[in-house]
């Protein structure tokens, strides 16, 4: 396999959050286009309800060059929880030697960065109608997919047992965008993470990266479990950061000397912590159920394992987590209010018995 060709296709996605949420009808009417009927088109039998629950919204884009003049097609699909994903894919042929440059290379660089954000913000005014609460600054996540078509020789494909043994080396360098070669302790870290679903095809999961070892047709639904696990993460990013916020802004309200009258306030910062809750809580429930899956599936551990190496998982329990204290917080908020008011209702009837009896001395007098 020393002078092996390899022909495939890089895939660069750029997402980026750019609303609270994407109505999907409004961007259909936008384009000009029906939802699919069911997305992804998975490759092994699986049941009907293994599907996105509403398929995002894809829009194709006009081909474009890079500075050094290689062809890119890009294209960008709308998520119902408000992320948008600016895939560029880019052909590749060459040897593994080129491959390792080559993946290299673009995971370094941020000319396609900059490309897929001039390209979202000229969408803006196209598609503003179908955005709910659209944000005027993004957080943005990236993410890296090398599909190399299967090999052939000795007229046999290449199988997964293979390619691992003989080209371990370079699918960890790729995997990680390294142009020189990983310690072996690190080598044996990033091939852990792979699967198979036939012996000649290879999933190889890392968290800037990916390398798929498959036909171009039969990748695609894996391909499209990678982008969602990534939409995911940039979602429980931005959970995390406004909840953060929302805790911080608490925690100084409360460590400041209240006065009585202060409390009364309480109420209404109660609400507001509420409000915020219950609404990253849907958001985070639409982002977490947006594609079924059978808990014993490939595709299901598929994701799973790109869930964990991305850092899905990780976020998805530091916003769980947040959202039970900023719970506690609205709780223990509510019951000082209601303290404060139980007091205030206990003085007045006080005072109004104490004048009553000075009324009944007065009448008496």
Known sequence: MNS????????VFHLFDVAEATDLTKLHAIFGT????????????????????RPPVMEPLDPTRTKDGIAVTPRIRYFEYGVASVEMQMSFEGGWTDLIGFANRWISSSELEGLAHT???ERMALIRPGLRKPYESWISEDYYVLQIDPIERDSAICTA????????VEISQIVRGENTPLSKSEQQEVLQSSMSYYSTDLLVVGWVAAFVYDTPAAALPTVDLLEYANTQLLEFRYYDEVLTRLLADVYQRLEKKRSFFSRWRLAREAEHVNTIRLDIRELSELTDNAIKFLSDMFYARAYRLAANRVGVTDYHNLVA??????????????NEFHQARAFVLELMVVIILLVEIVMVFRGKG
Do not use: C, I, N, W
């Open 34 to 53: 029906r939802p699919s009927l069911r997305e992804p088109a998975f490759r092994h039998p699986v049941p009907e309800y293994v599907r996105f629950e």
């Open 4 to 11: 092996t060709q390899l022909s495939g296709t890089l895939r």
């Open 119 to 121: 390209l979202l913000r």
């Open 161 to 168: 047992e293979e390619l691992l043994r003989e080209r371990g």
């Open 321 to 334: 987590e947040k959202l039970e204290t900023a719970e506690d917080l609205y709780d223990s908020m509510v």
